[in-house]
């Protein structure tokens, strides 16, 4: 299991990743592009299928889990303005089959098509990074066997625009594993979430 220690150093190490890359954000007059910040409210229920299972709608097994928390997100253009980096800090409040607190650290890259369709698609964007809840997660360990309390983090999201400014629904993958052996215990969980956001 790692150590609070290890997982400051990542989160670090993940920051420190994001800041070089915007840096390199340049447009090509030279000058940087608009960063953005977010807020967002987001739920989400568990579900107990495996990855490789979740995105079969007659296979999908939801269960008696759920979360609702709120993200803090910052992105930065890339020069083709389609692409942004970024990162979010997570904060989530599970309840129902069990009851813990997690905090989830990814770094994002987001792409927003040029003439999406639907007209109302505003995005696809993907998260990596580190989830570290304050119990080990039951859940995990009822299908499983195991699982211990940091795991790696991924998401999956597509974004829709609701109405004239910076706000807009999504609906997200949000996903914890071993990450193929990077931690010890070999477990996961697969959850579906939606989600508000407010561009600042």
């Known amino acids: 299991m790692l150590g609070p220690s290890i997982v400051r150093r990542v989160a670090v190490a993940a920051l420190v990743a994001l800041v070089a890359m915007a840096g390199g954000a340049k447009a090509q007059d030279g000058r940087a592009g608009e960063p953005k ?23 999908t097994d939801f269960t008696d889990a759920y979360f609702g928390g709120v993200i803090f997100g910052y992105e930065v253009p890339l020069s083709d303005p389609r692409f942004a980096v970024g990162a979010e800090v997570q904060l989530n409040h599970h309840f129902g089959q069990d009851t813990f607190q997690e905090l989830v650290l990814p770094v ?85 979430a939606v989600g508000w956001r407010h561009g600042f």
């Open 108 to 192: 994002t890259i987001r792409y927003s098509p040029a003439r999406p369709w639907p007209v109302m698609l505003d995005s696809f964007a993907f998260g990596l990074g580190l989830s570290h809840t304050t119990e080990t997660p039951l859940l995990e360990v009822v299908k499983r066997g195991e699982s211990q309390r940091t795991l790696v983090y991924f998401s999956l999201e597509t974004a829709f625009s609701v109405g004239e400014g910076d706000d807009d629904i999504f609906f997200r993958l949000h996903h914890r594993s071993d990450g193929y052996g990077l931690f010890a215990a070999d477990s996961g969980s697969n959850a579906f």
């Open 37 to 59: 910040l977010s807020l967002s409210l987001h739920g989400g229920q568990m579900t107990t299928n495996g990855i490789d299972e979740v995105f079969y709608p007659n296979k």
